[in-house]
Structure formats: structure tokens, C-alpha cells
């Protein structure tokens, strides 16, 4: 937890109730170890989304569909497509998509993010939560399919904080914590992405694609 635990908990005793299959699969995800996004950080993305209304949203990393119901609650009229690698994890998203209604504005591309989509896929906003160690490559991959003045969201940048230590203890964790804070540097750098950091969470980023300049 990269926030103080009691901000935290206070936090989510603000975030409206939701529906009895959300919270089933925040249960579900609980109980099973499923990583999904943390609740204050879904909220603060089903706001942006509220006030941006993509109408194409790609995800990379499904799991079980927690976020991207999330996500076709907040704009009804978006499309979603989203990629997953976990045969298990994908057959228990549709199910989910089809319990929540929305399996006809949800595309699940089943396989490796880190192979990309066909070049006629175009998106308005891109979300990032899968391999935290593939963000760069998936950056690279799919900032082409965005939309000018379109916007890209990653969760876990900051990594349970670690990524604002001098020195990383945990010999297992520390590679990937310099991949992280590379993205960080990377992103946050991008000639063509006006980028903030939100500590929420795990730690949310929050981009725009600048226009191109004629
Ligand atoms: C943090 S979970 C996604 C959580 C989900 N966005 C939510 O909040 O409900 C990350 C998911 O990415 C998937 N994943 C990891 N590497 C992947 C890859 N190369 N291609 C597609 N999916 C991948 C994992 O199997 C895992 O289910």
C-alpha cells in the first residue's frame, strides 16, 4: 500500500456501493489471489472516463473482467476491447461480461498483448495492467493505434511504493522495479504525452496524446 492504510479504508467507504457481480468479483478475486485493480483507483478512472467518454477503449490484461465492466458501466455507449493470456482467466471474462450485459460492446482478444493488434484497431483511450515489466513494449505497441487527444491510464507505476527507493532490498522484486521506474522516466519524457502521476493505489499514471504539430 503506497498510501497511509486509514486514508486508504476511508477513501473506500466513499465509493458508492456497487453491483452484487462487482463486489462477487472483488470477493472472488480476494479469496483467490486474482490480481485486480484496487478500488480507489477504478473509481478515479470510472471519473475520467465520465468526463473524457471515449468511445474505443483497449485494455491490456483482463483477468476475470473486474475493471473493463467497470470500465462499459462508466460509458455506455464506449466499446471495449480487451487482452488477456490466461485460458482460465478468459473463459471466466466472458461469463462475467455476458452476468453483467455488456458481452456485445466487450471484445476479449484471447493471447500475448506483446504480439499487437491489426493496424485498422483505433482506440481514444488505452489502459495499461498487465506485465508490469512489458509496459514499455506495450506502450510502444499501442500508442500508434491512438488517437490524437486520446488518453492512456497505467496502474501500478508506482509498485507498493518501491520505486522511490535508493535501493531495493528484495533481490526477486528489484529488476522489475527498475523496469517500472525506466517506464516511469520513459513516459513521463514522451515527446508525443502530457503525463501525471496520481499516487492512488497502486499508483495510477494519466496521459493525454498531444496532437501532431502540421
Ligand atoms: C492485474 S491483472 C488485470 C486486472 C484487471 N485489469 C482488473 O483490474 O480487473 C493482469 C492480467 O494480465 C494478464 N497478462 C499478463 N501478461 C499478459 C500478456 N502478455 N498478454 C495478455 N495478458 C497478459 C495476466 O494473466 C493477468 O490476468
Same mark, same amino acid.
Given at each position: 500500500m503506497i498510501t497511509n492504510n486509514l486514508i486508504n479504508d476511508y477513501i473506500d467507504t466513499l465509493i458508492p456501493k456497487r453491483s452484487e457481480l462487482l463486489e462477487t468479483l472483488e470477493r472472488e478475486a480476494k479469496e483467490e489471489k486474482i490480481p485486480i485493480i484496487q478500488l480507489s483507483s477504478i473509481q478515479l478512472i470510472r471519473t475520467l472516463l465520465t468526463a473524457f467518454q471515449p468511445k474505443r477503449i483497449l485494455e491490456i =490484461?483482463? &483477468?476475470? =473482467?473486474y475493471s473493463a465492466i467497470w470500465m462499459a458501466d462508466a460509458v455506455p455507449t464506449a466499446r471495449i476491447t480487451t487482452m488477456e493470456i490466461d485460458p482460465e482467466r478468459i473463459n471466466r471474462a466472458l461469463l462475467n461480461f455476458e452476468k453483467a450485459g455488456v458481452r456485445d460492446r466487450v471484445e476479449l482478444v484471447q493471447g500475448d498483448a506483446g504480439e499487437g493488434l491489426p493496424a485498422h484497431y483505433r482506440f481514444d483511450c488505452l489502459f495499461l495492467d498487465a506485465a508490469k515489466g512489458q509496459y514499455k513494449n506495450y506502450l510502444d505497441l499501442y500508442l500508434p493505434h491512438l488517437d490524437d487527444g486520446g488518453i492512456i491510464i497505467c496502474d501500478n507505476i508506482l509498485f507498493r511504493g518501491l +520505486? &522511490?527507493? %535508493? +535501493? +531495493? %532490498?528484495?533481490k526477486r522484486l528489484a529488476p522489475l522495479v527498475h523496469k517500472v521506474k525506466e517506464f516511469n522516466r520513459y513516459m513521463t519524457n514522451h515527446s508525443q504525452l502530457e503525463t501525471s502521476i496520481i499516487p492512488i493505489g497502486d499508483g495510477l499514471s494519466f496521459s493525454v496524446r498531444r496532437g501532431s504539430i502540421s
Open positions: =490484461g483482463t &483477468a476475470i =473482467g +520505486v &522511490a527507493e %535508493d +535501493v +531495493v %532490498d528484495n
